[in-house]
């Protein structure tokens, strides 16, 4: 939904979270490329990887239309019952969310949990009246992509001439999702 409202996060270049992404994604998998392994999240997940990062996951009955969401206070990642076996059975658009939602956790997390504690005033904002790098959703996205197709190794594929298709079976993610990280890589 592109007019919900957000509060309004630090500003961060799509190289920056790129970057934050990778080094995510390496934090995680010391091998990257084993993140594109069959039931490499859901492992990650169940064997506590994401202990790494100080945060925990959770299965919940959220809102109609959530698939999953980030909880800031309690540092953990709530997942639908469709997003977790999306991510059991390795869907594409399981991975984005969960991806997604862990590039809340990481950029996000610190300012989240200060608005709860009231450190930080929290005020919100249509998301059509911010710039993409100050709206959490946008970073989120950028941040999902960079995790699940990061920058040096989609990059050889490009390079090399991969076709969206082809880019999409690697690395398990929506044929969409390709098209529109390799666009990215292109600017």
Not at 22 to 39: D, I
Not at 105 to 124: N, Q
Not at 154 to 178: H, P, T
């Amino acid at each position: 939904m592109i007019d919900e409202e957000v509060p309004k996060v630090l500003a961060r270049s799509g190289a920056s979270i790129d970057r934050t992404a990778y080094q995510t994604l390496c934090r995680l998998f010391p091998h990257p490329q084993n993140a594109f392994q069959p039931l490499a999240f859901i492992q990650l997940l169940e064997y506590g990887g994401l202990e790494k990062l100080g945060l925990t996951y959770g299965i919940r009955v959220l809102p109609y239309g959530e698939e999953a969401k980030f909880d800031p206070a309690q540092s953990e990642i709530l997942l639908s019952e469709s997003t977790y076996f999306g991510l059991k059975l390795d869907k594409p658009r399981a991975r984005f969310t969960f991806a997604h939602e862990l590039g809340h956790a990481v950029m996000h997390g610190d300012f989240l949990k200060s608005g709860l504690e009231g450190r930080v005033p929290r005020r919100l904002y249509k998301r059509t009246t911010l710039p993409a790098y100050l709206d959490p959703e946008w970073q989120a996205n950028r941040f999902a992509g960079g995790f699940l197709m990061p920058d040096p190794i989609m990059g050889k594929c490009v390079r090399e001439g991969w076709s969206d298709a082809k880019i999409a079976r690697y690395f398990n993610v929506s044929l969409q999702a390709a098209q529109i990280r390799r666009a990215k890589m292109a600017k």
